[in-house]
């Protein structure tokens, strides 16, 4: 049952805006993006993506959101707890217009009962990372991080040995990958797999989440006969070409059986993951339910729900494991299954890494992460045009090249047109500042909105994630992502935002998000200067003082300036 006040919602397109200033019409039409059909996954539930990461509280609070945006000064700061806007202050023109927490609980009491009593009680909502924070830009929004990762997996086994170098060829050409999960996180993988050549399997008990990504070219078909998916990604494979095939199942099941073919040699499985929605077991679908009664369950007896789902995932991760043991490669996507896993009585679990520590971590320690923007005319060709500036402002950049163009060509708007790329420190700010020239020169129809996932270098400490085995072991030290907002908020950020718990579930992370706008005037430029240079400068200060010698060299070369002398740490730690 939808909550009370639902209705359609789509973010205005065109030059004529219904606020004060397109520093406020900015975070207006985001916001509504966020809750467009095309974008979100339930949004009769203000539910963005992540299972029960909204964009408001209510469609109550959502309007109020709205309506106080339509009459915000260029001098004010709009308060949001929770979804809820609370409080308009007069500050400046440097300050956000918007300041956001989301989820955000004292240590004792960041629990998913906790959380989950309070908000019953209408106190609280989840934000996830970018739902709570309104700069979701639908699948596409994690394609390229999820890209990169597969990228680097495919390099790690290339350099090992155990696949071959295919000549023209992405890194995955000649391989499968098993995964799981195919919603608004998860249905990444497919394109992202595809992307590099590889062919990709990818389960997921709802079909119509599978359909809606076949639908957006993230996936090639949908079957529901596991042997004839496994037939199609074997043919791609031994042909070396990128195809993928989403299986309707529970991947609690199909895994081990998977599991048993391919220790039988009837099939080989090149790399394992999942982004099933594990970070919160309420939403994970266990082994006995049917996906049309999981939220009545849920409601009517969740600590029942939340064993049976624990108990599911550990079967599930007692498969990857013992895939690992097969000689496949491993990894956790940042969903906490291992740690729920773990909570089911499987005591073998955390035997596989996360993969930031096992292929992203260098890209963090150069402040490189995601950049995106989207396009507040709502015209496809102001994207086309940024696309064609990005590789003029940075021609030797051969990767971002190939990402941008691989875009145009394969990735479908949902929404307002956007595009994301990674970007690090010492670049991020010259994309922003192009952007902004192209506004204030009418080589684009209307202001760029620029922001990134709450997944970065810098912003976020979360332990079975983003910061997993770090070299020094300051794995859940916090106060990074809140120096990141402060950060942020003091660099001309048009809204910035503090959200506990998104990606890995309440308890186990707090995060940082920040977004600004590219409106073609000289203060905007002042602000992206610096806001675009300080961000992934937290990146790099940040893994500094780890420990890691490339940030050390990075800061050196680039002239981050780091009171203290670096020291230099084992950056083996854990994988």
Not at 486 to 515: E, F, K, M, P
């Amino acid at each position: 049952m939808a909550l009370p006040g639902a209705r359609p919602v789509r973010a205005p397109r065109g030059s004529e805006i219904s606020t004060k200033s397109w520093q406020t019409e900015a975070p207006l039409r985001m916001l509504m993006n966020n809750l467009d059909p095309e974008v979100a996954e339930r949004p009769d539930d203000l539910v963005v993506y992540g299972g029960t990461g909204r964009a408001a509280r209510s469609w109550a609070a959502y309007d109020a959101i709205v309506d106080t945006l339509r009459d915000l000064e260029e001098d004010e700061t709009l308060l949001v707890q929770s979804g809820k806007p609370v409080g308009v202050f007069r500050t400046n023109k440097w300050a956000p217009r918007v300041l956001i927490a989301n989820s955000n609980l004292v240590g004792d009491w960041a629990t998913w009962p906790e959380f989950r009593k309070l908000e019953a009680e209408g106190l609280m909502m989840y934000g996830q990372m970018t739902a709570g924070s309104w700069i979701y830009i639908g699948t596409q929004g994690i394609l390229q991080g999820t890209y990169e990762t597969f990228a680097a997996a495919g390099r790690k086994l290339q350099g090992q040995g155990r696949i071959e170098t295919v000549e023209g060829k992405g890194s995955l050409a000649g391989t499968i990958t098993l995964t799981g999960g195919c919603g608004g996180m998860g249905g990444a993988q497919p394109l992202a797999v595809t992307l590099n050549d590889g062919a990709c399997l990818i389960v997921d008990v709802d079909k119509t989440r599978l359909d809606r990504r076949a639908g957006k070219r993230y996936l090639d078909e949908v079957v529901e006969d596991l042997d004839e998916a496994l037939a199609k990604v074997q043919q791609a494979k031994d042909e070396q070409r990128g195809w993928s095939v989403g299986l309707v199942g529970n991947a609690a099941e199909v895994f081990p059986e998977i599991l048993r073919r391919h220790q039988a040699g009837e099939v080989s499985i090149d790399l394992v993951t999942d982004q099933t929605s594990a970070h919160d077991p309420l939403s994970y679908l266990p082994i006995g339910y049917r996906v049309e009664e999981r939220l009545q369950r849920a409601e009517a007896d969740p600590e029942q729900f939340t064993k049976d789902a624990q108990a599911s995932m550990a079967a599930h991760v007692q498969a990857m494991v013992e895939f690992q043991d097969a000689g496949a490669e491993v990894f956790d996507y940042g969903n906490s299954i291992r740690d729920e896993a773990r909570k089911g009585g499987y005591d073998r679990a955390f035997e596989f890494p996360g993969f930031v520590p096992a292929y992203i971590r260098p890209l963090f320690c150069e402040g490189l992460g995601p950049f995106r923007w989207a396009a507040l005319s709502g015209d496809p060709e102001d994207i086309r045009v940024t696309d064609a500036a990005l590789k003029e402002l940075f021609p030797e950049n051969t990767h971002l090249h190939h990402w941008l163009d691989a875009a145009a060509e394969r990735v479908e708007f949902e929404g307002l047109p956007a595009r994301i790329c990674w970007l690090g420190y010492g670049e991020r700010h010259q994309a922003g500042l192009l952007f902004n020239r192209l506004v204030a020169e009418g080589k684009v129809s209307a202001p760029i909105v620029i922001g990134r996932d709450h997944l970065d270098s810098g912003s976020v400490a979360s332990p079975y994630r983003e910061t997993e085995a770090m070299a020094d072991g300051s794995d859940a030290i916090a106060d990074w992502p809140l120096l990141n907002a402060l950060t942020a908020t003091s660099s001309g950020a048009t809204w910035v935002s503090i959200h506990h718990g998104g990606g890995v579930g309440i308890g186990r992370s707090i995060h940082t998000g920040q977004v600004s706008v590219a409106d073609g005037t000289e203060l905007a430029a002042e602000k992206l200067e610096r806001l675009l240079t300080n961000d992934p400068g937290m990146g790099v200060i940040r893994h500094v003082d780890a420990g890691y010698e490339r940030a050390a060299e990075v800061a050196e070369e680039r002239g981050v300036r780091i009171p203290v002398a670096p020291t230099v740490r084992n950056t083996e730690r854990a994988w």
